[in-house]
């Protein structure tokens, strides 16, 4: 194992043992388990030679909208890690030296787009207050080395949307994020991201509130040479919680694609209505992918659904698509923007789309004349 | 002028015969129609003529327009003229109906060398194709097939139909799962395809959807070939009859002269 003595002390606004506990937790069983497809070793590694960033995460403050530096609070709100589960999310924090408050006390007029630059990006807090509204944007197209950790704390009544799109295919990224819903609040969450030379990111949604609601969809296409490794948990606490998670991955070539999904309902949570589904294609027997939905169930009266599947282009539809004319190439190609179209939502779908194609046209540049699914038409 | 000429077809799936010497011929602007039991070889014969890969013929030739469809990929087929209405067409998510109509026939006039419609112009066309067949344009926009129901479907193929004008349709049990309204819709459509001038070879288990488009033959596929040929009378008695009767028939009928008869 690395040595993390040279870490010296945390900043004042984390916990004095951050970095003992994230010491036992990489030696522990759950993250052996979590880390199954990506080497924890290697990212450690990665993280600890990376240099940290020092600017705000935010360039452009709407009204209503402030961003301090936690170690600028009398009283830092805490920052609710789960350190045994996320190990590296200690070590970011204690590497950063700094962190972020981005306080929504209003319902700002505009996306809060968030930079996530090379580098150890500072751990940030998102806090939005009752019953606001905010936009949230990461369009992180950076490359090279970057970890950032991001905690939202999505108050009574308030509604986020988040969208986020990994698309650099020369990064090497860890990527966390944290988020907790009262009463009632409702979380959209976009999160889509291209294969890169390793690339894992990890999202866990609470649902602690009454009512409280997570809607999440996310698209991954992979290339050969490439690593993409999701971890998704869900945990319903609250009363009639709602969540839907819907992920769908394009691997080819020599690639590597994890995914594993998590709903945990919690003992009271009754009324619970959870739905978890990813799927896979997979263009090349060469590409590897692994997909495990994972379930914890502690209450009777809910409703929980839940698939994963990994599959090959279905010959039917190629068939009935060649069958009215269309070549092989160009009906596969359909096909596989069909499949990820199902799953690119949100503000930066286009974005996201246009992406993807070129990506699709890259392995198979006699398909680029056609556009059906493009941004042209949606 | 010979549409069609298939000649003693012998075709197999995972080494199972599944069509066994099966001809049949058809010219220009016929209507012919195919019953027979179920498993007795229907849709093989029409995934065959539209190139399905899964079939391997092992004998016998099919000719289309004067040419030869062995070797011929789907789409190839496709632009020659051939459209099959599938028994069961499939469901395409995250593709909807309009951009796949619109990239089948860009492909299709991209064939012959044509350029494509506009949007607008394509858009336009395909309204007023699904308003013929009551089907609202609400349709264009979901997933191809995505949670039709049967009867939808089966108006969507036709409607795809009617876009790519082929030369010859193989329809499949278009009619199965149709109310009787959409019946009469979905005939009207076929026989605005085949005042066109244009093939149609029906499959079906009832007499139905004869009513409505009238055939010119009528032939019974059992056991993978042409066991019985006649005219629309045909459909009439084996609606009454069933199948039984040509079994117990075709055991002191010696093959050669069926085999002749349902030529024309
Ligand atoms: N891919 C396949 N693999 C194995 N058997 C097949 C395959 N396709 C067709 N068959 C078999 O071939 C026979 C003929 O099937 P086909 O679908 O052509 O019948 P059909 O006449 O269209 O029947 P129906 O009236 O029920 O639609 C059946 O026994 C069927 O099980
Ligand atoms: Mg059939």
Same mark, same amino acid.
């Given at each position: 194992m690395i040595d993390l003595d040279t870490l010296g002390?945390?900043?004042?606004?984390? =916990?004095?043992?951050?970095?003992?506990? /994230?010491?036992?937790?990489?030696?522990?069983?759950?993250?052996?388990?979590?880390w199954k497809y990506s080497s924890l070793t290697k990212t450690l590694r990665m993280l600890i030679g990376a240099p940290g960033v020092s600017r705000a995460p935010l360039a452009d403050v709407p009204e209503g909208v402030s961003v301090t530096r936690l170690s600028a609070l009398a009283t830092p709100p805490a920052l609710t890690l789960d350190i045994e589960r996320y190990p590296l999310a200690g070590i970011t924090a204690s590497l950063a030296a700094e962190g972020w408050l981005i306080d929504v006390k209003g319902s700002p007029d505009r996306p809060l787009v968030l930079d996530c630059e090379t580098g150890i990006n500072a751990p940030t807090i998102l806090r939005v207050h009752r019953g606001c509204r905010v936009d949230i944007r990461e369009p992180g197209?950076?490359?090279?080395?970057?970890? /950032?950790?991001?905690?939202?704390?999505?108050?009574?009544?308030?509604?986020v949307c988040w969208a986020q799109a990994e698309l650099a295919d020369?990064?090497?990224?860890?990527? %966390?994020?944290?988020?907790?819903?009262?009463?009632?609040? /409702?979380?959209?969450?976009?999160?889509?991201? =291209?294969?890169?030379?390793?690339?894992?990111?990890?999202?866990?949604?609470? %649902?602690?509130?009454?009512?409280?609601?997570?809607?999440?969809?996310?698209?991954?296409?992979?290339?050969?040479?490439?690593?993409?490794?999701?971890?998704?948990?869900?945990?319903?606490?609250?009363?009639?919680?709602?969540?839907?998670?819907?992920?769908?991955? %394009?691997a080819g070539g020599r690639s590597r694609c994890s995914f594993n999904g998590r709903i945990h309902i919690h003992p009271g949570a009754?009324? =619970?209505?959870?739905?978890? /589904?990813?799927?896979?294609?997979? %263009?090349?027997?060469?590409?590897?992918?692994?997909?495990?939905?994972?379930?914890?169930?502690?209450?009777d009266d809910v409703r929980c659904a839940h698939g994963a599947t990994v599959g090959q282009i279905d010959p039917n539809a190629l068939f009935y698509l060649q069958s009215r004319g269309l070549p092989e190439h160009r009906a596969r190609r359909i096909l596989c923007i069909g499949f990820l179209t199902e799953c690119i939502r949100g503000p930066l779908a286009d974005k996201v789309l246009n992406a993807f194609l070129a990506r699709l046209d890259g392995a198979a540049p006699s398909a680029a004349a056609e556009l059906p699914g493009g941004s042209a038409q949606s | 002028m010979r549409l069609l000429d298939i000649d003693d077809l012998h075709v197999r799936v995972d080494d199972k015969p599944i069509l066994n010497g099966l001809s049949l011929s058809m010219n220009a602007g016929e209507v012919h129609a195919i019953m027979g039991p179920n498993g007795s070889g229907k849709s093989t014969l029409a995934n065959v003529l539209a190139g399905h890969p899964g079939y391997e013929?092992?004998?016998?030739?099919?000719?289309?327009? +004067?040419?030869d469809l062995d070797g011929l990929a789907p789409e190839e087929r496709a632009h020659a003229g051939v459209f099959m209405a599938f028994q069961h067409p499939v469901e395409i998510p +995250?593709?909807?109906?309009?951009?796949?109509?619109?990239?089948?026939? *860009?492909s299709r006039l991209a064939a012959r060398n044509l350029e494509p419609l506009s949007a607008l112009?394509?858009?336009?066309?395909?309204?007023?194709?699904?308003?013929?067949? *009551?089907?609202?344009?609400?349709?264009?926009?979901?997933?191809?097939?995505? +949670?039709?129901?049967? +009867?939808?479907?089966?108006?969507?193929?036709?409607?795809?139909?009617?876009?790519?004008?082929?030369?010859?349709?193989?329809? *499949?049990?278009?009619?199965s799962g149709l109310d009787i309204d959409a019946l009469r819709t979905v005939a009207d459509g076929v026989n605005r395809f085949h005042a066109d001038g244009n093939g149609v070879l029906l499959i079906t288990h009832y007499q139905r959807l004869l009513n409505h488009v009238v055939p010119d033959h009528v032939h019974v596929l059992a056991d993978g070939r042409i066991v019985e040929s006649g005219d629309g009378s045909l459909a009439h008695a084996l609606e009454e009859r069933g199948y039984a009767w040509l079994r117990e028939d075709r055991e002191d009928t010696p093959p050669a002269r069926r085999s002749s008869g349902m030529r024309n």
């Open positions: 002390n945390p900043p004042n606004w984390l =916990a004095a043992d951050t970095i003992e506990r /994230s010491r036992a937790a990489l030696e522990g069983g759950l993250a052996r388990e979590t197209a950076r490359g090279g080395v970057r970890a /950032s950790v991001r905690v939202l704390q999505a108050d009574a009544g308030s509604t020369d990064a090497e990224q860890w990527w %966390l994020l944290k988020a907790q819903l009262k009463d009632n609040a /409702s979380l959209e969450l976009h999160q889509h991201a =291209a294969g890169a030379r390793f690339r894992r990111l990890d999202t866990h949604v609470t %649902l602690q509130g009454t009512g409280s609601n997570c809607l999440a969809t996310g698209a991954g296409i992979v290339g050969p040479g490439e690593h993409l490794d999701r971890q998704q948990v869900v945990e319903h606490a609250g009363r009639n919680t709602f969540s839907r998670t819907k992920l769908h991955n %394009l009754s009324g =619970a209505d959870a739905d978890l /589904s990813n799927k896979n294609l997979a %263009l090349d027997i060469e590409a590897e992918i692994n997909t495990k939905p994972e379930l914890e169930i502690y209450t | 013929i092992i004998g016998g030739s099919i000719r289309f327009a +004067g040419a +995250g593709v909807t109906n309009m951009e796949f109509l619109k990239a089948a026939n *860009d112009e394509f858009m336009k066309k395909v309204r007023n194709l699904a308003q013929s067949l *009551d089907l609202d344009s609400e349709f264009l926009k979901r997933g191809v097939n995505e +949670g039709f129901s049967g +009867g939808e479907r089966k108006r969507n193929e036709i409607l795809q139909l009617l876009l790519l004008e082929p030369k010859l349709a193989v329809l *499949d049990e278009t009619d």
